[in-house]
Protein backbone atom coordinates (compact mmCIF):
# COMPACT_ATOMS: atom_id res chain seq x y z
CA UNK A 1 0.00 0.00 0.00
CA UNK A 2 2.97 2.68 0.63
CA UNK A 3 4.31 1.97 -2.36
CA UNK A 4 1.35 2.51 -4.41
CA UNK A 5 0.43 5.83 -2.91
CA UNK A 6 4.45 6.85 -3.92
CA UNK A 7 3.62 5.95 -7.31
CA UNK A 8 0.56 7.91 -6.70
CA UNK A 9 2.14 10.84 -5.90
CA UNK A 10 5.09 10.81 -8.23
CA UNK A 11 2.61 10.38 -10.55
CA UNK A 12 0.78 13.82 -9.55
CA UNK A 13 4.05 15.30 -8.86
CA UNK A 14 5.43 15.21 -12.63
CA UNK A 15 1.69 15.66 -14.52
CA UNK A 16 1.66 19.02 -15.65
CA UNK A 17 -2.33 18.75 -15.47
CA UNK A 18 -2.39 17.84 -11.87
CA UNK A 19 0.21 21.12 -11.28
CA UNK A 20 -1.92 23.34 -13.21
CA UNK A 21 -5.30 22.70 -11.67
CA UNK A 22 -5.27 20.69 -8.66
CA UNK A 23 -1.53 21.13 -6.93
CA UNK A 24 -2.41 24.25 -5.00
CA UNK A 25 -5.83 23.77 -3.82
CA UNK A 26 -5.17 20.22 -2.80
CA UNK A 27 -1.60 21.41 -1.10
CA UNK A 28 -3.68 24.34 0.59
CA UNK A 29 -6.51 21.62 1.75
CA UNK A 30 -3.58 19.48 3.14
CA UNK A 31 -1.82 22.51 5.01
CA UNK A 32 -5.27 23.47 6.48
CA UNK A 33 -5.29 20.18 8.00
CA UNK A 34 -2.06 20.11 9.57
CA UNK A 35 -2.59 23.91 10.75
CA UNK A 36 -5.35 22.50 12.75
CA UNK A 37 -3.61 20.02 14.35
CA UNK A 38 -0.91 22.59 15.00
CA UNK A 39 -3.13 25.38 16.61
CA UNK A 40 -4.60 22.08 18.37
CA UNK A 41 -1.53 20.95 20.00
CA UNK A 42 0.41 23.98 20.53
CA UNK A 43 -1.34 26.95 20.80
CA UNK A 44 -3.41 28.72 23.31
CA UNK A 45 -5.43 31.69 24.07
CA UNK A 46 -3.79 32.72 26.59
CA UNK A 47 -0.71 35.02 26.58
CA UNK A 48 2.63 33.44 27.45
CA UNK A 49 5.03 36.12 26.46
CA UNK A 50 5.46 39.55 25.17
CA UNK A 51 6.65 39.99 22.38
CA UNK A 52 8.35 43.07 20.28
CA UNK A 53 8.66 43.42 17.02
CA UNK A 54 7.10 41.52 13.55
CA UNK A 55 8.57 38.20 13.11
CA UNK A 56 8.01 35.81 10.40
CA UNK A 57 9.67 32.35 11.11
CA UNK A 58 10.37 29.27 9.10
CA UNK A 59 10.11 26.15 11.31
CA UNK A 60 11.96 22.64 10.37
CA UNK A 61 9.46 20.68 11.87
CA UNK A 62 11.95 17.59 12.99
CA UNK A 63 8.38 15.35 13.28
CA UNK A 64 7.40 16.34 9.28
CA UNK A 65 9.38 14.69 6.25
CA UNK A 66 11.28 17.45 4.50
CA UNK A 67 12.30 17.55 0.54
CA UNK A 68 15.88 18.14 -0.52
CA UNK A 69 18.42 21.25 0.16
CA UNK A 70 18.00 23.16 -2.42
CA UNK A 71 13.90 22.69 -2.17
CA UNK A 72 13.93 23.96 1.63
CA UNK A 73 16.46 26.44 -0.06
CA UNK A 74 13.73 27.80 -2.46
CA UNK A 75 11.18 28.05 0.21
CA UNK A 76 13.36 29.85 3.02
CA UNK A 77 13.95 32.32 0.42
CA UNK A 78 10.53 32.95 -0.42
CA UNK A 79 9.31 33.49 2.92
CA UNK A 80 12.97 36.09 3.28
CA UNK A 81 11.21 37.63 0.54
CA UNK A 82 7.81 37.43 1.65
CA UNK A 83 8.55 39.20 5.25
CA UNK A 84 10.67 42.12 3.01
CA UNK A 85 8.02 42.60 1.52
CA UNK A 86 5.58 43.20 4.57
CA UNK A 87 8.28 45.04 6.66
CA UNK A 88 8.75 41.82 9.15
CA UNK A 89 11.82 40.57 10.23
CA UNK A 90 12.96 37.01 9.15
CA UNK A 91 14.17 33.73 11.32
CA UNK A 92 14.91 30.42 10.53
CA UNK A 93 14.94 27.36 12.99
CA UNK A 94 16.52 24.77 11.20
CA UNK A 95 18.35 21.89 13.83
CA UNK A 96 16.72 18.81 11.44
CA UNK A 97 18.52 16.85 10.67
CA UNK A 98 21.56 18.53 11.25
CA UNK A 99 22.06 22.58 12.34
CA UNK A 100 22.25 24.18 9.60
CA UNK A 101 24.25 27.08 11.34
CA UNK A 102 27.20 24.46 11.51
CA UNK A 103 27.57 24.90 7.98
CA UNK A 104 25.97 28.12 6.73
CA UNK A 105 25.81 31.35 9.19
CA UNK A 106 23.72 34.46 8.79
CA UNK A 107 25.14 37.23 6.58
CA UNK A 108 22.72 40.72 5.91
CA UNK A 109 19.47 39.10 7.60
CA UNK A 110 20.42 37.66 11.37
CA UNK A 111 17.99 34.95 11.15
CA UNK A 112 19.49 32.66 13.89
CA UNK A 113 16.49 31.60 16.31
CA UNK A 114 16.19 29.20 19.40
CA UNK A 115 12.78 27.62 19.85
CA UNK A 116 12.12 29.50 22.93
CA UNK A 117 11.88 32.96 20.83
CA UNK A 118 8.17 31.28 19.79
CA UNK A 119 5.11 32.70 21.19
CA UNK A 120 2.03 29.98 20.86
CA UNK A 121 -0.36 32.46 21.71
CA UNK A 122 -2.97 33.12 19.57
CA UNK A 123 -3.12 36.98 20.92
CA UNK A 124 0.57 37.17 19.41
CA UNK A 125 0.57 34.61 16.68
CA UNK A 126 -0.58 32.72 13.38
CA UNK A 127 0.40 30.11 10.98
CA UNK A 128 1.32 30.92 7.71
CA UNK A 129 1.67 28.16 4.53
CA UNK A 130 4.07 28.67 1.83
CA UNK A 131 2.38 27.43 -1.48
CA UNK A 132 4.93 29.01 -3.16
CA UNK A 133 2.91 30.89 -5.63
CA UNK A 134 0.89 33.35 -3.92
CA UNK A 135 2.96 36.37 -1.83
CA UNK A 136 1.09 36.99 0.90
CA UNK A 137 0.57 40.38 2.94
CA UNK A 138 1.53 40.12 6.89
CA UNK A 139 -0.78 41.45 9.04
CA UNK A 140 0.71 43.45 11.22
CA UNK A 141 -1.59 42.77 13.94
CA UNK A 142 0.60 39.27 14.83
CA UNK A 143 3.67 39.41 16.29
CA UNK A 144 4.61 36.49 14.86
CA UNK A 145 3.53 34.10 11.56
CA UNK A 146 5.05 30.52 12.03
CA UNK A 147 5.64 28.74 8.62
CA UNK A 148 5.68 24.97 9.08
CA UNK A 149 4.21 23.91 5.76
CA UNK A 150 5.67 24.59 2.73
CA UNK A 151 6.45 23.53 -0.59
CA UNK A 152 9.91 23.64 -2.38
CA UNK A 153 8.90 26.58 -5.07
CA UNK A 154 10.47 29.24 -5.87
CA UNK A 155 8.09 32.34 -5.13
CA UNK A 156 10.10 34.85 -7.24
CA UNK A 157 9.98 32.71 -10.54
CA UNK A 158 6.18 31.37 -10.17
CA UNK A 159 5.03 35.17 -9.71
CA UNK A 160 7.86 36.12 -12.35
CA UNK A 161 9.03 38.72 -11.10
CA UNK A 162 11.51 40.89 -12.90
CA UNK A 163 14.91 39.42 -12.90
CA UNK A 164 13.54 36.76 -10.67
CA UNK A 165 16.95 34.68 -11.07
CA UNK A 166 18.94 37.57 -9.76
CA UNK A 167 16.96 38.51 -7.22
CA UNK A 168 16.84 35.14 -6.17
CA UNK A 169 20.42 35.23 -5.80
CA UNK A 170 20.95 38.55 -4.00
CA UNK A 171 18.25 37.20 -1.41
CA UNK A 172 20.02 34.67 -0.60
CA UNK A 173 23.52 35.95 -0.30
CA UNK A 174 21.90 38.35 2.30
CA UNK A 175 20.52 35.15 4.55
CA UNK A 176 23.89 33.14 4.31
CA UNK A 177 27.51 33.06 3.98
CA UNK A 178 29.54 29.40 4.55
CA UNK A 179 30.50 28.36 8.03
CA UNK A 180 34.57 29.14 8.63
CA UNK A 181 35.05 24.94 8.26
CA UNK A 182 33.12 25.12 4.98
CA UNK A 183 35.31 27.54 3.87
CA UNK A 184 38.45 26.05 4.94
CA UNK A 185 37.58 22.75 3.13
CA UNK A 186 36.81 24.23 -0.28
CA UNK A 187 40.12 26.14 -0.09
CA UNK A 188 42.16 22.85 0.64
CA UNK A 189 40.77 21.55 -2.61
CA UNK A 190 42.93 24.27 -4.13
CA UNK A 191 41.06 24.82 -6.89
CA UNK A 192 40.16 28.65 -7.63
CA UNK A 193 36.89 29.96 -8.77
CA UNK A 194 36.08 30.10 -12.29
CA UNK A 195 38.93 28.45 -13.18
CA UNK A 196 36.85 25.14 -14.40
CA UNK A 197 33.60 23.62 -15.66
CA UNK A 198 31.15 22.44 -13.26
CA UNK A 199 29.15 19.03 -14.57
CA UNK A 200 26.04 17.69 -12.75
CA UNK A 201 24.10 14.46 -13.52
CA UNK A 202 21.43 12.90 -11.25
CA UNK A 203 20.61 9.83 -11.80
CA UNK A 204 18.43 9.47 -8.69
CA UNK A 205 17.45 5.68 -9.03
CA UNK A 206 18.52 5.18 -12.78
CA UNK A 207 21.45 3.08 -11.91
CA UNK A 208 20.21 1.58 -8.94
CA UNK A 209 18.00 2.40 -5.72
CA UNK A 210 18.83 5.37 -3.94
CA UNK A 211 16.15 7.10 -2.73
CA UNK A 212 12.28 6.55 -1.63
CA UNK A 213 9.47 7.35 -3.86
CA UNK A 214 11.08 7.61 -7.47
CA UNK A 215 10.37 4.68 -10.47
CA UNK A 216 12.98 5.30 -12.81
CA UNK A 217 15.27 2.52 -12.08
CA UNK A 218 16.19 1.09 -15.12
CA UNK A 219 15.16 -2.57 -16.20
CA UNK A 220 18.25 -4.12 -17.28
CA UNK A 221 21.85 -3.41 -17.28
CA UNK A 222 22.05 -3.02 -20.84
CA UNK A 223 19.69 0.30 -20.38
CA UNK A 224 21.75 1.63 -17.88
CA UNK A 225 25.18 0.66 -19.48
CA UNK A 226 23.79 2.87 -22.37
CA UNK A 227 22.79 5.49 -20.46
CA UNK A 228 26.24 5.46 -18.91
CA UNK A 229 28.04 5.50 -22.51
CA UNK A 230 25.86 8.86 -23.17
CA UNK A 231 26.87 10.30 -20.58
CA UNK A 232 30.46 9.85 -20.70
CA UNK A 233 30.21 11.36 -24.31
CA UNK A 234 28.60 13.99 -23.34
CA UNK A 235 31.54 14.88 -20.53
CA UNK A 236 33.80 14.40 -23.67
CA UNK A 237 32.00 16.81 -25.49
CA UNK A 238 31.89 19.40 -22.74
CA UNK A 239 36.23 18.49 -22.50
CA UNK A 240 36.46 18.77 -25.90
CA UNK A 241 34.12 22.31 -26.03
CA UNK A 242 36.30 24.01 -22.87
CA UNK A 243 39.96 22.40 -23.65
CA UNK A 244 41.64 25.43 -21.53
CA UNK A 245 39.51 24.22 -18.19
CA UNK A 246 39.43 22.37 -15.38
CA UNK A 247 36.31 19.87 -15.30
CA UNK A 248 34.65 18.28 -12.26
CA UNK A 249 31.85 15.82 -11.87
CA UNK A 250 29.42 16.11 -9.36
CA UNK A 251 27.04 13.09 -9.37
CA UNK A 252 24.34 11.30 -6.49
CA UNK A 253 25.62 8.07 -8.45
CA UNK A 254 28.68 6.13 -6.88
CA UNK A 255 28.46 3.91 -9.50
CA UNK A 256 28.33 6.48 -12.27
CA UNK A 257 31.23 8.09 -10.55
CA UNK A 258 33.48 4.90 -10.14
CA UNK A 259 32.97 4.58 -13.67
CA UNK A 260 34.59 8.20 -14.43
CA UNK A 261 37.22 7.04 -12.08
CA UNK A 262 37.82 3.88 -14.44
CA UNK A 263 37.60 5.80 -17.91
CA UNK A 264 40.72 7.63 -17.07
CA UNK A 265 38.96 11.15 -18.49
CA UNK A 266 40.83 14.23 -17.71
CA UNK A 267 38.50 15.41 -14.86
CA UNK A 268 38.29 15.72 -11.05
CA UNK A 269 36.09 14.14 -8.97
CA UNK A 270 35.89 15.36 -5.21
CA UNK A 271 36.15 13.01 -1.86
CA UNK A 272 33.68 11.44 -0.28
CA UNK A 273 30.30 9.75 -0.51
CA UNK A 274 27.23 11.20 -2.27
CA UNK A 275 24.18 11.36 0.06
CA UNK A 276 20.68 13.34 -0.06
CA UNK A 277 20.02 15.42 3.46
CA UNK A 278 16.65 13.76 3.28
CA UNK A 279 17.15 10.48 4.27
CA UNK A 280 20.02 10.98 6.75
CA UNK A 281 19.60 10.62 10.41
CA UNK A 282 21.42 11.90 13.49
CA UNK A 283 23.53 14.72 11.89
CA UNK A 284 25.93 12.79 9.92
CA UNK A 285 28.90 14.92 9.26
CA UNK A 286 30.59 13.77 6.44
CA UNK A 287 27.08 13.81 4.30
CA UNK A 288 25.79 16.98 4.78
CA UNK A 289 29.51 18.70 4.81
CA UNK A 290 29.67 16.81 1.09
CA UNK A 291 26.15 18.21 0.13
CA UNK A 292 27.67 21.89 1.32
CA UNK A 293 31.03 21.69 -0.79
CA UNK A 294 29.56 20.13 -3.77
CA UNK A 295 26.99 23.49 -4.14
CA UNK A 296 29.31 25.65 -3.21
CA UNK A 297 31.98 24.68 -5.69
CA UNK A 298 29.48 24.48 -8.46
CA UNK A 299 29.00 28.34 -7.52
CA UNK A 300 32.36 29.06 -7.70
CA UNK A 301 32.45 27.27 -11.54
CA UNK A 302 33.05 29.80 -14.25
CA UNK A 303 30.00 27.76 -15.79
CA UNK A 304 27.62 24.59 -14.55
CA UNK A 305 26.36 22.42 -17.08
CA UNK A 306 23.60 19.91 -16.12
CA UNK A 307 23.61 16.49 -18.24
CA UNK A 308 19.98 15.23 -18.67
CA UNK A 309 18.05 12.81 -20.37
CA UNK A 310 14.33 11.01 -19.73
CA UNK A 311 15.71 8.26 -17.82
CA UNK A 312 17.47 10.77 -15.12
CA UNK A 313 16.25 13.33 -12.66
CA UNK A 314 15.51 17.35 -13.48
CA UNK A 315 17.61 18.03 -10.36
CA UNK A 316 17.12 21.89 -9.71
CA UNK A 317 20.44 21.56 -7.38
CA UNK A 318 22.65 22.82 -10.25
CA UNK A 319 21.15 25.83 -11.58
CA UNK A 320 20.39 27.24 -7.96
CA UNK A 321 24.03 26.69 -6.89
CA UNK A 322 24.41 28.60 -10.25
CA UNK A 323 22.25 31.14 -9.26
CA UNK A 324 24.02 31.73 -5.79
CA UNK A 325 28.05 32.18 -7.51
CA UNK A 326 26.18 34.28 -9.97
CA UNK A 327 27.17 32.13 -12.67
CA UNK A 328 26.21 30.94 -16.39
CA UNK A 329 24.18 27.51 -16.08
CA UNK A 330 22.82 25.24 -19.07
CA UNK A 331 21.60 21.98 -19.62
CA UNK A 332 23.14 19.38 -22.36
CA UNK A 333 20.65 16.41 -22.84
CA UNK A 334 21.83 13.44 -24.02
Not at 90 to 103: A, E, S
Not at 149 to 162: A, E, F
Not at 299 to 323: G, Q, T, V
Request: aromatic share 16%; charged share 25%; net charge positive.
Amino acid sequence: MKQLWQKIKHYLRNNPFYIKHFQIPINNGRYFVRDCSYYFKKYTLKKDKSVQGNTLYFIIDPDRSHPGLVDRFKAIVGCYYIAQQSGFDFKLIFDHPFKLRTYLQPNVCDWYAEPDSLSYSLQNSKILSYNGFEIPKLNKKYRQYHVYNYIGYDILRSNKLPDFNALWGTLYRELFFPEKRVIQAIESLGIVENSYIAIHLRFINALGMIEEGHFNLLSSEEDKEALILRCIAGIKKIIADYPDKKVLIFSDSSLFLERIKQSKLPVIILDGEPGHISYVKNNPDDVVMKTFIDFYMMSRASKIIAIRAPEMFSSNFSDYAALVGNKFFEVLNI
